[in-house]
T-cell receptor
Framework: EAQVTQNPRYLITVTGKKLTVTCSQN?????MSWYRQDPGLGLRQIYY???????DKGDVPEGYKVSRKEKRNFPLILESPSPNQTSLYFC????????????FGPGTRLTVT | KQEVTQIPAALSVPEGENLVLNCSFT??????LQWFRQDPGKGLTSLLLIQSSQREQTSGRLNASLDKSSGRSTLYIAASQPGDSATYLC??????????FGKGTMLLVSP
């Protein structure tokens, strides 16, 4: 089954404790991206990757890192999480950065206390 | 910077009614526009994708139109059902590989 998976689905952590949210897709997509969703602000893009070893900032990259060492995986790293990073995070992938539709993962609900 | 607005923010209709959700965007230089559905606490499900060169797309009871020059898109849902209750999101794909979302329309279809 074609899908985008994220782990963990739920995470509660404390300020400053480094964490990684994994994202994996099995569709051989070149383009992957991360979004956060906040009430009243909607979905905003954090980072995206056009292909292996190619990443770039989205609208709200501060406080986040990403890497793309393999085509299927695109982890989101929070080196020193803060309470304002409490949010619902989505990973997405598509064949390319232009014409094709994006497929979304189920989301990771992160709470930073 | 691209801005996407969805009207109305919330909509409540009785079952069986036809309805229209609206999406407007400020920069007409887009690759495509995509409509999603999001159920509470869940991920996004793609409903329809309209390329910038297209005027409309249909899938079952859903029809989406695009008027790129005026920066507008509509999602038409025919014969609404309680199972259509969800938040509907519009997103435009523009330059620099960005996808900009509207804040969504929360739809409730009552039996």
């Amino acid at each position: 089954e074609a899908q985008v998976t994220q782990n963990p689905r739920y995470l509660i952590t404390v300020t400053g404790k480094k964490l990684t949210v994994t994202c994996s897709q099995n569709m051989n997509h070149e383009y992957m991206s991360w979004y956060r969703q906040d009430p009243g602000l909607g979905l905003r893009q954090i980072y995206y990757s056009m292909n292996v070893e190619v990443t770039d900032k989205g609208d709200v990259p501060e406080g986040y890192k990403v890497s793309r060492k393999e085509k299927r995986n695109f982890p989101l790293i929070l080196e020193s999480p803060s309470p304002n990073q409490t949010s619902l995070y989505f990973c997405a992938s598509s064949w390319d950065s232009g014409s094709y539709e994006q497929y979304f993962g189920p989301g990771t609900r992160l709470t930073v206390t | 910077k691209q801005e996407v607005t969805q009207i109305p923010a919330a909509l409540s209709v009785p079952e069986g009614e036809n309805l229209v959700l609206n999406c407007s965007f400020t920069d007409s230089a887009i690759y495509n526009l995509q409509w999603f559905r999001q159920d509470p606490g869940k991920g996004l499900t793609s409903l329809l994708l309209i390329q910038s060169s297209q005027r409309e797309q249909t899938s079952g009871r859903l029809n989406a139109s695009l008027d790129k020059s005026s920066g507008r898109s509509t999602l038409y849902i025919a014969a609404s059902q309680p199972g259509d209750s969800a938040t509907y999101l519009c997103a435009v794909r523009g330059g620099y590989s960005t996808l900009t979302f509207g804040k969504g329309t929360m739809l409730l279809v009552s039996p």
